[in-house]
């Protein structure tokens, strides 16, 4: 594991658009989106920091389902980790109870258009879809004793949700790097 930060996308960048492949079948794409913010989620099945914080993605579901669109994605490479496949993300996504789409980005180039570099690695985009939030779910990590709250994620969608202001100083996410395709030699 390398311990990665978040690339910090610049505020304002407009959601790539992109249709994949549901870990548990079928497929979902942004033209499916309406006129509601969307938070995207890079995770995976394995990584210490992801497994770490799915009981508060699982709240944020509960808390804020209703009012944005929530999508997680894997890119890591199933050539390296196996268990960040499809079948591992469904058993994945079975066990927390997510009903959110969980999609596989078997090509990664959704993880290279929105500069994905860990998991958890989060964007929260406005209604019109456009980057208002990415950084650190809160300042819990696996073993730091903070609590596992979503404190910083849940004031940009409370600011957000409100129509007010959301800070533009934000901690990057930091986790386990995505894990990429081996280069051919």
Not at 23 to 31: D, K, N, R, Y
Not at 44 to 68: F, K, S, W
Not at 137 to 147: K, M
Request: aromatic share 8%; net charge negative.
């Amino acid at each position: 594991m390398v311990l990665t930060p978040s690339e910090m996308l610049p505020l304002g960048t407009p959601l790539p658009a992109f249709a994949l492949e549901r870990a548990a079948g079928g497929s979902w794409s942004t033209a499916s989106l309406e006129a509601q913010p969307v938070l995207v989620l890079f995770i995976c099945a394995h990584c210490p920091y992801v497994i770490h914080i799915e009981p508060e993605l699982g709240r944020l579901e509960r808390d804020y389902g209703q009012q944005l669109q929530i999508v997680a994605i894997s890119s890591n490479s199933t050539i390296t980790h196996p268990q960040d496949g499809p079948e591992g993300l469904s058993a994945q996504a079975q066990r927390q109870g997510w009903g959110f789409p969980y999609l596989f980005d078997a090509s990664q180039a959704v993880a290279k258009a929105f500069q994905a570099a860990c998991t958890p690695d989060l964007f929260l985009f406005d209604g019109q879809h456009q980057l208002v939030y990415r950084g650190q779910l809160d300042a819990s990590r696996p073993g730091n004793d903070q609590p596992l709250n979503g404190a910083d994620l849940r004031a940009a969608i409370d600011a957000l949700l409100n129509g007010q202001a959301i800070s533009p100083e934000q901690t990057p996410s930091i986790g386990c790097n995505i894990k990429w395709h081996p280069q051919e030699p």
